[in-house]
């Protein structure tokens, strides 16, 4: 079902969705070589709960840390473990805060040291397709509206878009209804209404977008060909003539 928050809920989701971007900015410093991905799990699980709120991942189905961090080929759900960062790599980092009930979500890609162009571009552009569907959005808008914009950006900048992970809405569970897929058809789906709340988070990669899922961890999601992906994502309410980002600055 989907929902339409209040004014009083709306306020309680900008304050989640600004530890969720105050975690982003206070774990950047810390991207760099050398440093294992279980190490940001542990700093960026800390500066939540210090900042009030709970990691919206952790236990989440059973997921067992507080951030999802992915490295180059893996798409999405990556767990943090001792591995660590080398130069040139692409990191993932999809942060969710939960206060007082309800759930901030975003997910940001890294460039680790310095990046061949490749990477440069698929950072670049999968950052922008993430804005080309946010300008999409607006009261009596449709969801497919999004997903048009997204393809569109991607196909035109030759990135393949993993068509089987949505975005979603957002609120007193971190994912609600409705799907809010990376491709589609202009006016189709649910039309968007002021007070929605949902995450826009295009998944593409310079490769295939064809993925599997590691069945050693159940969780993890990777590129079949092994190419490199890109992951960016904000929650944003929907209002009457376009979107408020609520885990931006």
Not at 11 to 22: D, M, N, P, S, T
Not at 92 to 121: F, K, L, M, R, T
Not at 220 to 242: N, Q, W, Y
Request: with cysteine.
């Amino acid at each position: 079902m989907i929902t339409i928050k209040s004014e009083r809920e709306i306020e309680l989701l900008r304050k989640a969705g600004h530890i969720v971007y105050q975690t982003h900015q206070y774990l950047k410093p810390f991207i760099r070589e050398g440093i294992s991905t279980k190490e940001l799990d542990r700093l960026g699980e800390a500066f939540i709960r210090k900042q009030g709120a709970t990691p919206s991942f952790k236990g989440y189905q059973g997921f067992p840390n507080a951030l999802c961090i992915s490295v180059n080929d893996e798409v999405v759900h990556g767990i943090p473990s001792d591995y660590k960062l080398k130069n040139g790599d692409v990191v993932s980092i999809d942060i969710g805060a939960c206060y007082q009930g309800y759930h901030g979500d975003s997910a940001w890609s890294y460039p680790v040291g310095s990046v061949n162009p490749q990477v440069e571009a698929l950072l670049r552009d999968t950052e922008a397709s993430l804005y080309e569907g946010l300008k999409a959005i607006r009261e009596g808008a449709h969801i497919g509206d999004i997903g048009e914009a997204v393809e569109t950006y991607a196909i035109a900048h030759h990135l393949g878009v993993v068509k089987e992970l949505v975005g979603h809405g957002v609120g007193t569970t971190v994912h609600e209804d409705p799907d809010v897929p990376n491709f589609g058809k202009k006016g189709t789906g649910p039309r968007l209404r002021k007070g929605m709340v949902i995450a826009v988070e295009p998944m593409l990669t310079i490769g295939s977008p064809d993925i599997y899922e590691d069945m050693d961890n159940g969780w993890t999601i990777l590129t079949d060909d092994g190419s490199t992906s890109a992951h960016f994502e904000h929650t944003v309410v929907v209002t009457e003539d376009g979107c408020e980002i609520l885990t931006g600055e």
